[in-house]
Structure formats: C-alpha cells, structure tokens
C-alpha cells in the first residue's frame, strides 16, 4: 500500500484541496501535488509537503503581508517628512 497522504477536501488556510494534480517522480518515493483553490479565487497546485509545511496561500497571504508593510514605511516617511516642516 501507498503511504500517500489523502489531502482532498481538506482545508489548510486560505486552500482548500480540491484534487490530486499529478504525482512527479523524486528520488526517494514520489511527490504528490494538489490542485488547490485559494480563498482569493486563484487556483494554485502544491506540492503536498508545502502544504504540510505550511505553505497555506497562492501566494496572496505573503502579497498581502508586503503591502500592508509598504503602505506602513510609507506611512511612516510621510509622518516624518511632515515632522520636519513643523520643526523648520
Ligand atoms: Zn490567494
């Protein structure tokens, strides 16, 4: 018997496995992947191990991350830009 673990159906974050995608050969054993749908809409395929590692987005969670970080720096050099003029 495969010890392939069955991810269809489940939930891991924002994916939710929708079907096996395809199984590649590796060096030891097989590598599964999963077609997986994100909660943004974009349909991703995930190795299974990514999934078990925690890779739990299409990519829009860590997208998400950056901007909101970005949006913060900028936020920041604004205040104190703003801060000098005060001073001068
Ligand atoms: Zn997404």
Redesign the pocket.
């Known amino acids: 018997m495969s010890k392939k673990i069955h991810e269809g159906g489940k939930i891991y974050g ?2 939710r496995v929708l079907a096996e995608a395809d199984t590649l050969p590796k060096k030891k054993g097989t590598h599964v992947r999963w077609l997986c749908v ?5 349909r ?1 395929v995930v190795p299974g191990y990514k999934l078990r590692q925690g890779q739990w ?5 860590r ?1 998400q991350k950056t901007a909101a970080r970005m949006t913060a720096i900028n936020k920041r050099k604004a205040e104190r830009k703003a801060d000098r003029k005060e001073r001068n």
């Open positions: 924002r994916l994100c909660v943004c809409g974009r991703v987005s299409c990519g829009c969670y997208n």
